[in-house]
């Protein structure tokens, strides 16, 4: 099974600033199949970046994902109150696990 | 309106049996993969099942394989997750999720809001 990790736990920053989420394999993702989520509390996870970099439809142009083999990133170009939530990445290019989340809260 | 809306989560004791079902609206049903994905009450995600269009491939988590079953009924535009020998460690919600409509990519753009299922004597 693919181990993914997530760093940091936990990210402090303001309104306006960047935030850097970092995903790492356990070994090669396939394809770079990764995925990034973002879930609020009581709600579903919304998918954000498929494919490491593909944007979802509707998702705003500030969010883009980079990275390959077995380091990838989310980069939140500048951040919106409506962005702090918790932040999962996925990869699915051997089965499919999760990374165990980062929490971006507001500083 | 587009959703997923689960039903059929509840209290079971260790062993006993569980029978999720999700209804999908809004789209249509039988062109796309579905999978569960569970997540205990403030802590991260776990890919449960996946089933493909039709039904007849599907795949399982280690930790599930042998005890759970997933299945679809596109006439009824409904997903099912039949759970058997339930353990304490598969208390969670259950999410259904629905695999986005682009070939060879298993991530997830649709998700239901979850049931939960408490395992627990």
């Known amino acids: 099974e693919i181990v993914l990790t997530q760093s940091p736990g936990t990210l402090s920053l303001s309104p306006g600033e960047r935030a850097t989420l970092s995903c790492r394999a356990s070994q090669n993702v396939r394809n770079n199949y990764l995925a990034w989520y973002q879930q609020k509390p009581g709600q579903a996870p919304r998918l954000l970046i498929y494919g490491t970099s593909s944007r979802a439809t509707g998702i705003p142009d500030r969010f883009s994902g980079s990275g390959s083999g077995t380091d990838f990133t989310l980069t939140i170009s500048r951040l919106e109150p409506e962005d702090f939530a918790v932040y999962y990445c996925q990869q699915y290019g051997t089965s499919r696990t999760f990374g165990q989340g980062t929490k971006l809260e507001i500083k | 309106e587009v959703q997923l809306v689960e039903s059929g989560g509840g209290v079971v004791r260790p062993g006993g049996s569980l029978r999720l079902s999700c209804a999908a609206s809004?789209?249509?049903?039988?062109?796309?993969?579905m999978s569960w994905v569970r997540q205990v009450p403030g802590k991260g995600l776990e890919w449960v099942s996946a089933?493909?269009?039709?039904?007849?491939?599907?795949d399982y988590a280690d930790s599930v394989r042998g005890r759970f079953t997933i299945s679809r009924d596109n006439a009824r535009n409904s997903l099912y997750l039949q759970l058997n020998t339930l353990r304490a460690d598969d208390t969670a919600f259950y999410h259904c999720a629905r695999k986005i409509e682009v070939p060879w990519h298993n991530a997830f753009d649709l998700w239901g809001q979850g049931t939960m299922v408490t395992v627990s004597s």
């Open positions: 089933v493909n269009w039709n039904g007849g491939h599907t």
């Open positions: 809004g789209f249509a049903f039988g062109d796309y993969g």
